[in-house]
């Protein structure tokens, strides 16, 4: 957490704490505030609409624990502990690009799709926003989500362990719209997807993904993307890993096999033991983190908490979320709140009382498919946790201690 | 992986169905949905897309002609893609000291921003596991593909491709994989074999089988 974060928070712990003991006392005799005793801003047309400045705490933030040392291929990630709800907005969507934001001009972007198609075609982004569109949420999430954090705790807060994920509302057309239109080979059985940024990031895609739910998206959240999520045209793959949805994107390209491209052999693979390497390993398992009490929070002594976090699947929807207080000797089934959709963040919540005596909270999420979120030592029993790992998916422990500290302890309990 | 055996997944691959159903308090479950190709897909959405009696048709036909200097990619099993144009080791080392060095250091054993792109064969049964393209690139041509699409990163897309079949020449090399007199083009980049090239497994999670224990489960 950095310095200004750290008084921020601890300023609204301060008044929070001070309110409680005011509240446990008898209640204060309420004063008429300021801000009903004068006129407020009038409309600013021109502007746009920004967070109250008393939330200017809540940003993205880069790795406290990797120091990049270029700013080019680099990552920001999401603060979940303040987001509420499932959709994050767009200002705090994280980021992961290999050679930086491009600033493209919609109006001399084009995108084309051609290899094994009966007529490779282009599309201006006039023509894409004719087509008919679909909006879906999903989560998604970086497959380095977590990789600092595999067998001791080195990241503070749950921004630092699991921000490489957000929810997003994506609005585009249907990836087998345009495919169709091109008129696929029947041998084509991978595609591959293009960015027009400085990395030309590219991927290999079986082509039943891009026929089933891949979308050529152009909005985000109710408006058009972000320039560091894609503007003004990216791939989205639903619940894959997240580089696999090329931003920027320019080239479709229809294959028999896949590319083996550096970024899916000497990068976004997964170590296994005997020295090996699982390759195309795209789907997110599912996951799930408390978001509130977690890493860096304090609590306001004993008494009731809402125990609260995320749980997604790229293997389908959320079907149950477990919390422990006691390490994971006990859990408790939370409250799932709808919506629950197919490859989304997914709310969950449970009630705690806190003795004021030390715990440690976990979730542990099941899926659709009956899948239940591992532990790190269930992971470490079948892949090698060496070197920058990706694909962490594992049961995130947060410490309280009798002072109502909240400490990550992964690895530790 | 090598790319016969993925040809061999692609050539017998059937999709098979969702499975469902697992019992609540049981483990495993996972990722039943494959690609021909053996890919784990997940779930499959209730995606459909409904077709227009009018099928609204935007695209523009294009010429792969016109669209050739889009068209980068390298198949890299089998060097699919390569362009004319050779370079040698020593022309690789004049350009990589021009335009390299800055970032990658001397020899390209590591400068002020990457970690060393020389070395680590045989070190991923232990710990650390190095990553260079010697140890880690299954296939040479991954070599000229990346080179050619990213880098140098401050002006990607802008060496030529004899550049681009030098700079790979000289990593080779400097890797021990290639001799000092050799010189890489379309036909002999393809043909160095590479030592992590059966490196790969292909993805076969779900691998992990928690089980959902509710009560004295530690």
Redesign the interface.
Same mark, same amino acid.
């Given at each position: 957490m950095a310095q200004n974060d750290r008084r921020s928070f601890l300023r609204k712990t301060a008044a929070l704490t001070g309110a409680a003991v005011a509240g446990q006392a008898g209640a204060a005799p309420l004063a008429v505030p300021q801000s009903a005793q004068e006129p407020g801003r009038i409309i600013d047309e021109t502007a746009y609409g920004v967070p109250s400045k008393f939330e200017a705490h809540v940003k993205r933030r880069r790795s406290d624990v990797l120091k990049n040392? #270029?700013n =080019?291929s680099d990552w920001s990630m999401t603060p979940l502990q303040h987001q509420p709800g499932i959709i994050t907005p767009n200002g705090l969507i994280f980021e992961r690009h290999?050679?930086g934001t491009p600033d493209i001009d919609p109006r001399t972007h084009r995108l084309?799709?051609?290899g094994m198609v009966k007529? !490779? =075609?282009? +599309?201006a982004m006039d023509? =894409?926003l004719?087509? !008919?569109s679909v909006s879906r949420f999903h989560f998604h999430e970086c497959s380095g989500n977590g990789l600092t954090d595999w067998l001791k705790p080195a990241s503070t807060t749950v921004q630092q362990t699991h921000g490489l994920l957000s929810g997003v509302l994506w609005t585009g057309v249907?990836a087998?719209?345009?495919m169709d239109?091109?008129g696929i080979d029947p041998r084509g059985? %991978?595609v =591959?997807f293009?960015g027009a940024d400085?990395?030309?990031h590219?991927r290999s895609v !079986?082509? /039943? &993904?891009v026929l089933?739910?891949t979308l050529i998206a152009y909005g985000m959240n109710g408006e058009a993307l972000r320039p560091e999520n894609g503007y003004p045209v990216r791939a989205v793959i !639903?619940? %894959?890993e997240g580089n696999v949805s090329v931003k920027w994107l320019?080239?479709i @390209?229809v294959?028999? #096999?896949? *590319?083996? +491209?550096?970024s899916e052999?000497?990068r976004y693979?997964d170590?296994?033991p /005997?020295? &090996? *390497?699982?390759? +195309?390993?795209?789907?997110m /398992?599912c996951k799930s983190v408390i978001t509130s009490p977690s890493g860096g929070q304090q609590l306001k002594g004993p008494g009731f908490y809402e125990v609260t976090g995320l749980a997604w699947s790229?293997?389908? @929807?959320i079907?149950?979320v477990?919390v422990s207080f006691d390490?994971?000797?006990? *859990?408790r089934?939370a409250t799932l709140e709808e919506p629950i959709m197919? @490859?989304c963040l997914t709310r969950f919540k449970v009630g705690w009382n806190w003795d004021g005596s030390p715990a440690v909270l976990m979730s542990?999420a099941?899926?659709?498919?009956?899948?239940? #979120?591992?532990?790190v030592q269930?992971?470490q029993?079948?892949?090698a946790i060496?070197?920058f790992v990706q694909h962490n998916s594992a049961i995130q422990p947060w410490s309280v201690n009798a002072k109502g500290e909240v400490r990550n302890v992964i690895g530790q309990a | 992986m090598s790319s016969a055996r993925l040809k061999g997944i692609v050539g017998a691959g059937v999709a098979s169905l969702l499975v469902f159903g697992c019992a609540n308090l049981g483990g495993g479950g996972g990722m039943a949905a494959k690609s021909s190709s053996g890919i784990p897909l997940g779930s499959s959405g209730p995606h459909a897309v409904q077709p227009l009696p009018d099928r609204p048709r935007f695209g523009k036909a294009i010429s792969e002609a016109d669209l050739a200097a889009w068209n980068i990619d390298i198949r890299t099993p089998d060097g699919q893609g390569l362009p004319a144009g050779r370079g040698s080791v020593a022309e690789g080392k004049r350009i990589y000291e021009a335009q390299c060095i800055a970032c990658h250091g001397a020899d390209a054993k590591g400068g002020a921003v990457y970690g060393t792109m020389v070395g680590g064969i045989g070190s991923f049964k232990g710990s650390p596991r190095v990553l260079t393209p010697g140890s880690m690139y299954p296939y040479a041509p991954i070599l000229f593909d990346y080179i050619r699409r990213s880098m140098p990163m401050d002006r990607p897309q802008t060496l030529t491709a004899s550049d681009v079949y030098a700079l790979s020449a000289y990593l080779l090399n400097l890797n021990g994989l290639v001799p000092a007199d050799a010189v890489m083009d379309q036909n002999s980049l393809p043909r160095v074999q590479m030592p992590n090239r059966d490196g790969f497994l292909i993805d076969d999670r779900p691998d992990t089988k928690a089980v959902r224990c509710m009560t004295n489960c530690k």
């Open positions: 040392r #270029q =080019l290999h050679a084309v799709i051609h007529q !490779p =075609l282009q +599309f023509d =894409l004719r087509y !008919p249907p087998s719209t345009l239109e091109a059985k %991978w =591959l293009e400085g990395s030309a590219t !079986p082509m /039943e &993904k089933d739910d !639903p619940g %894959w320019r080239r @390209k294959g028999d #096999q896949p *590319w083996h +491209f550096r052999t000497a693979t170590p296994m /005997e020295g &090996k *390497w699982r390759q +195309f390993s795209m789907v /398992e790229g293997a389908g @929807k079907r149950a477990d390490g994971g000797r006990n *859990w089934e197919d @490859k542990r099941v899926d659709s498919t009956g899948y239940v #979120q591992p532990s269930d992971i029993k079948v892949r060496v070197g | -």
